[in-house]
């Protein structure tokens, strides 16, 4: 028996269908997935017009790429191409889990070959929902030209505007591991920085964590007695994996990809293998640190003593840390990414449970004339000391079955607990949950909301619109628009999706999620303050 077997099990070992209360439905699997190829390709459109292009992109100067962001009727197209395409992939992926609802032995074909039809599309969609992968042409030519991308930003490099970065990266030093700089130093090295040719490259290197992803989330699930099907369709099929790991191109796709891999191993009882692919996840983003322990956990074994599980502990970080070590060697990197993890990013986004609180302490203490700021200060603190105590109480309590388990919950209490969460963020440990299981209650109905939640928001909230285009209605308000009634459709209307969505408590929690979203906007917009 594998370190991954029957022992190493889970809270919850649930196959059901999502739909399983609802009327019966089809099993016709490629209808959905046709849906959510049309999708895809609505995405792919609406991007020309309104995604992130280089300034020094050759596709600026093509007469469609001009008339969709340049005229009105162009970016207002481009718009709700884009919207309801994302809204489109919602719905698809909800109702391919309907049409796969017994889970039976062909499903696991079924969600992979949605998850390729989706994809393809979004491979080449002009950046959408985040400009970040321009930055990474920044940081790898930072690299090639000698210089450390843990002490400067990308502002030190001639034209660096032409690549396309948000200007937030100018000044800001890289919080990205090793390998990844060694990555995009050879981009750079092979597309001489060309943006577009980049951008490509990058999200084939997103699509390799994608494809690991696809190989072992069944995998590992199957070690939990976990639907195999189920958990890949949960987690990577979903809209918001997709879009931010393909159309984003975001590096934590590899990082993930790296990592659910490593946990694989090490519940296979390939302890140092699963060691050295967390720690290769780790050289993409430093955020995976947090998994070491529990690979730890893992290797000491069921009924070690404290002593074991200290050296086992030891062994494992000394293995780790030692690799990355000798890997900051190359082009002089040193330990620089160590400051990612020890330096936190200041701020809060207004959507993390952290932030939302700070900002409601903070309105009563002032209403009070009490200090609010200070209370709103104290809370968020306390809120990240909080998660770094259940990520203790994690590692040294609970049983040695639920290994993965306690892993994934950790790392979701460090994310949700954190004053700064980026849509992307949730993908982090959802695969992990997922593998070791999710319920068919409020657990799924949660990721629902979560999931189109932040589809919305990336949707209305990065678009690349130049301000002289004189448009009827501003394109994030029609992207947001467009995307509340998408999602009204899907709650109320829609035979098949609403009976997902509506019951009870989790309905309440929808409209509260959606009744805040249009609040904070409509503050935006009056005094251009959160």
């Excluded at 990577?236 to 590899?254: E, G, K």
């Excluded at 720690?279 to 998994?291: C, D, H, Q, R």
């Excluded at 509260?512 to 959160?530: D, E, S, V």
Aim: charged share 10%; proline share 5%; hydrophobic share 50%.
């Amino acid at each position: 028996m594998t370190a991954g077997g029957s022992h190493l099990g889970t809270s919850e070992s649930t196959a059901g269908a999502p739909a399983a209360a609802s009327a019966p439905v089809k099993r016709r699997a490629y209808v959905a997935t046709l849906e959510g190829f049309v999708g895809a390709l609505m995405m792919f459109v609406g991007s020309i017009g309104t995604g992130w292009i280089a300034n020094g992109s050759p596709m600026i100067r093509q007469p469609v790429v001009i008339a969709l962001r340049t005229e009105g009727w162009g970016v207002t197209v481009s718009t709700v191409l884009l919207t309801v395409g994302a809204m489109l992939l919602i719905r698809s992926w909800l109702r391919l889990g309907q049409r796969l609802g017994d889970w039976g032995t062909r499903s696991l074909r079924s969600v992979v070959i949605a998850i390729s039809a989706w994809s393809l599309p979004l491979l080449f969609c002009v950046p959408v929902f985040s400009r970040d992968v321009y930055a990474y042409t920044g940081q790898g030519r930072l690299v090639m030209e000698g210089q450390d991308p843990y002490e400067v930003g990308i502002s030190t490099l001639n034209n660096w505007f032409a690549l396309g970065a948000d200007p937030a990266w100018a000044e800001n030093r890289t919080p990205y591991g090793p390998y990844f700089l060694w990555l995009a130093r050879g981009v750079v090295g092979l597309t001489g920085a060309q943006p577009d040719i980049s951008v490509l490259l990058f999200r084939l290197l997103a699509g390799v964590g994608v494809v690991l992803c696809v190989i072992y989330v069944p995998k590992l699930a199957e070690l939990h007695g976990i639907n195999g099907a189920r958990a890949l369709w949960i987690s990577v099929a979903n809209p918001l994996f997709l879009i931010s790991f393909i159309a984003s191109a975001h590096n934590d796709a590899l990082m993930v990809g790296l990592a659910v891999a490593g946990v694989y191993f090490a519940a296979t009882r390939r302890y140092i293998l699963g060691i050295l692919l967390v720690t290769a996840s780790i050289g993409i983003k430093p955020v995976t640190i947090l998994l070491l322990p529990f690979i730890g956990v893992m290797w000491a074994g069921p009924g070690a003593t404290w002593l074991r599980k200290f050296l086992i502990w030891g062994a494992t970080a000394g293995i780790s840390f030692g690799v990355l070590a000798l890997s900051g060697i190359p082009y002089n990197l040193g330990m620089g990414w160590t400051w990612a993890i020890l330096d936190s990013t200041p701020g809060y986004t207004g959507y993390s449970p952290s932030g939302f609180l700070g900002q409601q302490v903070e309105f009563l203490g002032n209403v009070l004339g009490l200090p609010g700021g200070t209370f709103a200060d104290l809370l968020r603190t306390g809120m990240k000391w909080a998660a770094i105590g259940l990520v203790l109480l994690l590692m040294f309590r609970g049983d040695y079955s639920r290994a993965v388990r306690r892993m994934a919950l950790a790392f979701a209490a460090v994310v949700m607990l954190s004053p700064i969460i980026q849509p992307w963020y949730i993908l982090w440990f959802v695969p992990l949950l997922a593998v070791t299981g999710i319920r068919d209650d409020w657990q799924i109905r949660s990721l629902y909301v979560g999931v189109t939640f932040f589809v919305v928001f990336g949707a209305q909230d990065q678009l690349s619109v130049w301000s002289f285009v004189e448009l009827p209605i501003d394109a994030s308000s029609l992207a947001f628009v467009t995307a509340l009634a998408f999602t009204f459709y899907l709650l109320f209307l829609d035979v098949h999706t609403r009976t997902l969505l509506i019951d009870g408590r989790p309905l309440d929690l929808a409209k509260r999620a959606w009744q805040w979203l249009l609040a904070k906007r409509t503050r935006l917009q009056r005094t251009g303050t959160p």
